[in-house]
């Protein structure tokens, strides 16, 4: 101890220095009650996302759905069923336009149990080929049938072995091309037409008909002749008919419309050339990637709405009255006996590309025929038991005008670009053959000539005219000073 007795301090210890705040308690580090805080408040964007991604799977898988299961019956399924008088003729037609390109005795297409029964030989006036028309339009024929009394022009569709053939399209709104080819063939065949006619007298019929692409050109041939008709002897209106069968989009909604009382189209199940808005050059360029190309229309026109493809002018649709032949059902690949149905629509005009297992073997000329034969056979069996009087065909006839009426006055009503307005329309049937509705058309003299001859150009020059890029419309000038197109 020391003298004092006391104890001695202890020694001076620095302070140590304050350690540096932990990152937990850091004021720029989250606590865990603001990760807590961040994460609820997380939480409720990804629900939102996810309850987003749930609806668009949903919506996806029922397109899907509504697509995949979608199949051609539901075109029609709201259209009266025909009669087999009006559709008698088709089987016929049929085998006109394949003996374009078949031998009558020794036939390839038509079956040897079958062969070509309704059609004589003797009856076939010309018969062209690849070689003479070139590639100016598909090869045709000239069949005179003196038992019903009528002249044929039948032109065959489109050979996909032929590149050629794949040169000749153009857009617009009557197709150019198709125009063309039109154009062709009655600047060839219109004195042979109008001899025949002469020959066959005056109650004789003039008939255009034609299968795929032949069918566009029998079309607007059948348009550019009954606005016409003088070149032709001044035949009637109701003389003149046009079969279209898978008929190509051709023609405007307002003149598909127009003429449904001369033009007849028929349409097998899930053909798809006449839902099919697209330009055919495409169309027969991709034969191959079809069903590709089919689905990616497909998923375009399903955002387009309705409304838009009425105002779309230079979207073209198949021409005149539609027939529809039925002969498969729901999720069925089983043919069933075929009925046909028929209307003049305005809407729901064959819009919907049928994803199907058939939808380019409905387009087969040879499957037309032999359902169109079946369907004829059924519908006359039907009416066997109750077989309808005069009276009851004539009020069908009269059911048919007030139809086409009717569809013109829908046009109208929908603001179809160009849509007649039937109140200032004249009655077509039984018109003079003077009347002011022929004279505008006519190209030539009032007396048939021998040696000139018709100038089509010249016609189609007034029917239509080109607009800012080129595309053929109908001319306005002639609606406007109240010409009648007919």
């Known amino acids: 101890g020391s003298a004092g007795g006391g104890r001695r301090p202890p020694p001076h210890r620095p302070a140590r220095a304050a350690a540096p705040p932990s990152r937990a308690s850091s004021p720029s580090a989250p606590s865990s009650e603001a990760k807590r805080r961040r994460a609820a408040g997380r939480r409720p964007a990804m629900s939102v996302s996810c309850g987003l991604e749930c609806v668009l799977c949903v919506g996806c898988v029922r397109w899907m759905w509504k697509r995949l299961t979608y199949i051609g019956a539901y075109d029609s399924e709201t259209w009266p069923p025909a009669s087999p008088d009006d559709f008698e003729p088709v089987p016929r037609i049929c085998q006109i336009i394949m003996a374009v390109s078949d031998d009558l005795d020794n036939p390839k297409l038509m079956p040897a149990t079958r ?52 040169k000749m399209f153009d857009g617009g709104y009557v197709h150019h091309g198709l125009l063309k080819a039109a154009q062709f063939i009655l600047e060839r065949e219109t004195e042979t037409l109008r001899e025949l006619l002469r020959q066959q007298g005056p109650d004789c019929k003039l008939i255009f008909a034609g299968h795929s692409l032949g069918s566009g050109i029998a079309a607007l041939m059948t348009v550019l002749v009954v606005n016409n008709r003088k070149a032709f002897g001044n035949i009637p ?28 189209s028929i349409v097998l199940q899930d053909d798809f050339l006449p839902r099919t808005p697209t330009p055919l050059e495409y169309i027969f360029g991709s034969i191959f990637c079809l069903p590709c190309l089919l689905f990616l229309f497909c998923l375009r026109d399903t955002f387009k709405q309705d409304k838009k493809k009425f105002k779309d002018p230079r979207r073209l649709y198949a021409p005149g009255r539609m027939y529809h032949i039925v002969e498969r059902k729901f999720c069925s690949c089983a043919r069933y006996p075929p009925e046909v149905r028929t209307a003049i629509p305005v809407e729901g005009r064959f819009e919907h590309i049928v994803l199907s297992c058939s939808t380019t073997a409905d387009h087969g000329i040879i499957w037309i025929e032999r359902e169109s034969a079946l369907a004829l056979e059924l519908m006359k069996e039907k009416e066997k038991a109750t077989t309808p009087p005069a009276e009851q065909k004539m009020e069908r006839l009269q059911s048919f005008k007030e139809e086409h009426k009717n569809a013109l006055h829908r046009a109208k009503t929908l603001d179809v670009p160009h849509a007649i307005d039937i109140s200032k329309e004249e009655t077509h049937e039984g018109a003079c053959p003077a009347s002011s509705s022929d004279t505008h058309s006519e190209t030539t003299s009032s007396e048939p000539k021998s040696a000139g001859r018709t100038s089509w150009d010249e016609l189609v020059d007034k029917l239509f005219t080109r607009d800012d890029d080129g595309k053929l419309i109908v001319n306005r000038d002639m609606v406007a000073r109240d010409v009648a197109i007919e």
Not at 245 to 263: E, G, T, W
Request: charge should be positive; include cysteine; charged fraction near 20%.
């Open 115 to 166: 062969g070509y029964t309704q059609i004589d030989g003797a009856g076939v006036h010309k018969r062209t080929t690849y070689d003479e028309v070139g590639t100016a339009c598909p090869p045709y024929i000239v069949y005179v049938d003196r038992r019903r009394n009528e002249v044929v022009l039948a032109v065959r569709g489109l050979n996909l072995v032929r590149n050629a053939d794949y």
């Open 237 to 264: 209106r109701s003389h003149i008919r046009c079969y279209a069968l898978a008929p190509a989009r051709c023609m405007s909604l307002n003149l598909a419309v127009k003429y449904a009382d001369v033009i007849y």
